[in-house]
């Protein structure tokens, strides 16, 4: 009866704890690759941000910010695939 008890009733925190891992560990998965794909427009609007919080004029970092952007819609709007591979080997 004893050996029974003690089988029988089992805690399931270990599932939940890891359950709760796996999701921190897609989102920080998710946050890095987003930070990799918009990460230049990130770091010139932080720039331009503290500069202003400063008192400084940030033309320049907001220039930046912009361009960056720019340059990331041009990468999304670019079609990718095998068939484009031959075609960007000449650069």
């Given at each position: 009866?004893?050996?029974?008890?003690?089988?029988?009733?089992?805690?399931?925190s270990?599932?939940?704890?890891?359950?709760?891992?796996?999701?921190?560990?897609?989102?920080?998965i998710?946050?890095?690759?987003?930070?990799?794909?918009?990460?230049?427009?990130?770091r010139?609007?932080?720039?331009?941000i503290?500069?202003e919080?400063?008192?400084?004029?940030?033309?320049?970092?907001?220039?930046?910010?912009?361009?960056?952007?720019?340059?990331?819609?041009?990468?999304?709007?670019?079609?990718?695939?095998?068939?484009?591979?031959?075609?960007?080997?000449?650069?």
């Open positions: 009866m004893k050996l029974k008890q003690s089988f029988g009733m089992t805690k399931n270990g599932q939940g704890m890891t359950e709760y891992i796996v999701i921190v560990a897609l989102v920080a998710a946050a890095i690759a987003v930070y990799q794909f918009f990460g230049q427009t990130i010139s609007q932080t720039s331009g503290a500069l919080l400063a008192g400084k004029k940030s033309d320049g970092a907001i220039t930046q910010a912009g361009v960056a952007a720019d340059a990331t819609t041009a990468e999304t709007t670019t079609k990718k695939g095998l068939s484009a591979y031959s075609n960007d080997a000449s650069r």
